[in-house]
């Protein structure tokens, strides 16, 4: 992160999402001051807390895209939840400590996989020496044949077995054995039956009896056959694991989590607002109430270890039509001190969201049509018009932001898609007026729209 300003940080997002400048200022501030807190004294380090964000605004315009590619310019832990799938303790369904015991699972996968990088090299070269074995095992080595022979003879025999040896493992290096099929042994898991479960909906405080008994129960092995090439992949990755040290692992794992984590908290408006009432239903303030906790900055015990929230980011979202943020329970709004407006989408926006991101809609249906030889090109005209196709009926139905964009180009090119594995056109141009056949009529029919576009 030092590496990256906010400055910098806004001009990469700007490759992805189009507009949104207030979030993504927001956003970079927020990121670098993450990497700012770490350098200051340790005396006044625990005392800085992050300054969550509230992104406002209808759904499509960008603001999980921000959060997303955010944490992945900072290589950071993230993980994307939905409010309304929490409920208040004593009812059924998620537990909201859940949301960092997955956050963690998710750290411990990204530094185990990097840790797995850095010893691809001798994890491949173990994997080789194990195949090697298979084709031509050890245990064949011409002992038997070399009673009846002096030492010099057993000597050359033993030595000319080696040569052949290492002659095969030349033509294994080649790639001449990778559709040969062997059988590999690979240590498995323990039966799903030594899965001690909590109570219902408490998926999360299950425990794995294996390990709490650990090494007291017996190692377990599975034999299957595949092919050399597979073979390869999946004992390259057993002896991965092996090189690396689980417990650094997981101790690097803890400290991304509780100094970089980044919690996307989605539907936030939907447990604004209805305060509590008398009654057998869950309430919001309720599920409000117990989110709180984990914004605030508590303790929570994974399977890896405790975790402290006090330093994770967390960026909420909500379109926020019905409610609004005021509606939330006064604690929770003081852990969200940034609010950032979202800016609707406009006509020029989406011909910018179709042409100008490295991921454009355009480009992946042309990296589609490319895989069956074809080149699919849209004229600036064509572009232009999706665009207005697009603006029009946001207005007059739901307001749906980019992905109305999905709808309109799936409606436009879905004849193509279907007919050209077997058609021999090897350049197809979209028009203005192939846009308008295709979409325009049922733009116009406003029960036909409601439901295709």
Same mark, same amino acid.
């Given at each position: 992160m030092?590496?990256?300003?906010?400055?910098?940080?806004?001009?990469?997002?700007?490759r992805?999402?189009?507009?949104?400048?207030?979030?993504? !200022?927001s956003?970079?501030?927020a990121?670098r001051?993450?990497?700012?807190?770490?350098?200051?004294?340790?005396h006044l380090?625990?005392?800085?807390?992050?300054?969550?964000?509230?992104?406002?605004?209808?759904?499509?315009?960008g603001?999980?895209e921000?959060?997303?590619?955010?944490?992945?310019?900072?290589?950071?832990?993230?993980?994307?939840?939905e409010?309304?799938?929490?409920?208040?303790?004593?009812?059924?369904?998620?537990?909201?400590e859940?949301?960092?015991r997955?956050?963690?699972?998710?750290?411990?996968?990204?530094?185990?996989?990097?840790?797995?990088?850095?010893?691809?090299?001798?994890?491949?070269?173990?994997a080789?020496l194990r195949l090697?074995?298979?084709l031509?095992?050890?245990?064949e080595?011409?002992?038997?044949?070399t009673?009846?022979?002096?030492?010099?003879?057993?000597?050359?025999l033993?030595?000319r077995?080696?040569?052949?040896?290492q002659?095969?493992?030349?033509?294994?290096?080649?790639?001449?054995?990778?559709?040969?099929i062997v059988?590999?042994k690979t240590?498995g898991?323990?039966?799903?039956?030594?899965?001690?479960?909590?109570?219902?909906?408490?998926?999360?405080?299950?425990?794995n009896?294996?390990?709490?008994?650990g090494s007291a129960?017996?190692?377990r092995s599975?034999?299957? !056959?595949?092919s050399?090439?597979?073979?390869r992949?999946?004992?390259?990755?057993?002896?991965?694991g092996?090189?690396?040290?689980?417990?650094?692992?997981?101790?690097?794992?803890?400290?991304r989590?509780?100094e970089?984590?980044?919690?996307?908290?989605d539907?936030?408006?939907?447990?604004?607002?209805?305060?509590?009432?008398?009654?057998?239903?869950?309430?919001?303030e309720?599920?409000?109430?117990?989110?709180l906790?984990?914004?605030?900055?508590?303790?929570?015990?994974? !399977?890896y270890?405790?975790?402290?929230?006090d330093?994770?980011?967390?960026?909420?979202?909500?379109?926020?039509?019905i409610?609004?943020?005021s509606?939330?329970?006064?604690?929770?709004?003081?852990?969200?001190?940034?609010?950032?407006?979202?800016?609707?989408?406009?006509?020029?926006?989406?011909?910018?969201?179709?042409?100008?991101?490295r991921n454009?809609?355009?480009?992946q249906?042309?990296?589609?049509?490319?895989t069956?030889?074809?080149?699919?090109?849209?004229?600036?005209?064509?572009?232009?018009?999706?665009?207005?196709?697009?603006?029009?009926?946001?207005?007059s139905n739901?307001?749906?932001g980019?992905?109305?964009?999905?709808?309109i180009?799936?409606?436009?090119l879905e004849?193509?898609?279907f007919?050209?594995p077997?058609g021999?056109?090897?350049?197809?141009?979209?028009?203005k007026?192939l846009?308008?056949?295709?979409?325009?009529a049922?733009?116009?029919?406003?029960?036909?729209?409601?439901?295709?576009?």
């Amino acid at each position: 992160m030092k590496e990256l300003t906010p400055r910098q940080i806004v001009r990469e997002l700007d490759r992805y999402i189009v507009g949104q400048e207030a979030a993504k !200022k927001s956003v970079a501030i927020a990121m670098r001051n993450r990497w700012r807190r770490l350098q200051v004294p340790d005396h006044l380090r625990e005392e800085i807390m992050p300054n969550n964000i509230i992104l406002i605004g209808s759904t499509g315009v960008g603001k999980t895209e921000i959060a997303r590619r955010l944490a992945m310019l900072a290589a950071a832990p993230f993980i994307k939840v939905e409010a309304s799938k929490f409920t208040e303790v004593g009812y059924v369904g998620r537990d909201v400590e859940s949301i960092i015991r997955d956050l963690t699972e998710v750290s411990v996968a990204m530094v185990r996989q990097a840790k797995e990088a850095e010893v691809e090299g001798k994890a491949l070269e173990q994997a080789n020496l194990r195949l090697l074995d298979l084709l031509f095992p050890l245990n064949e080595s011409p002992r038997p044949a070399t009673a009846g022979l002096d030492d010099d003879q057993a000597i050359e025999l033993r030595a000319r077995h080696e040569r052949t040896r290492q002659k095969l493992r030349k033509r294994l290096d080649q790639g001449e054995f990778e559709d040969q099929i062997v059988e590999i042994k690979t240590s498995g898991d323990h039966s799903p039956i030594l899965q001690l479960m909590g109570p219902f909906g408490m998926e999360d405080m299950a425990v794995n009896l294996q390990e709490i008994l650990g090494s007291a129960l017996p190692k377990r092995s599975r034999s299957q !056959k595949t092919s050399v090439s597979e073979a390869r992949q999946i004992l390259a990755t057993e002896e991965a694991g092996k090189l690396i040290d689980m417990d650094e692992v997981i101790r690097d794992a803890l400290h991304r989590v509780q100094e970089m984590g980044i919690v996307f908290v989605d539907e936030l408006d939907k447990i604004a607002g209805e305060h509590a009432a008398a009654g057998p239903d869950v309430s919001r303030e309720g599920v409000q109430r117990d989110i709180l906790p984990i914004v605030e900055g508590c303790s929570v015990m994974t !399977k890896y270890g405790m975790v402290h929230t006090d330093h994770i980011l967390f960026i909420a979202a909500g379109a926020f039509h019905i409610s609004k943020p005021s509606d939330l329970i006064p604690e929770l709004q003081g852990r969200f001190p940034i609010r950032v407006e979202m800016d609707d989408l406009t006509q020029k926006d989406f011909v910018k969201i179709l042409t100008h991101p490295r991921n454009a809609l355009i480009k992946q249906y042309a990296a589609l049509l490319q895989t069956e030889g074809v080149q699919l090109k849209f004229e600036r005209t064509a572009i232009t018009e999706i665009a207005r196709v697009a603006y029009q009926v946001n207005m007059s139905n739901e307001n749906i932001g980019a992905r109305r964009l999905h709808t309109i180009l799936t409606t436009l090119l879905e004849d193509i898609l279907f007919e050209q594995p077997e058609g021999k056109s090897k350049q197809i141009n979209i028009t203005k007026a192939l846009v308008r056949k295709q979409v325009e009529a049922i733009s116009k029919d406003q029960d036909l729209s409601r439901y295709i576009l």
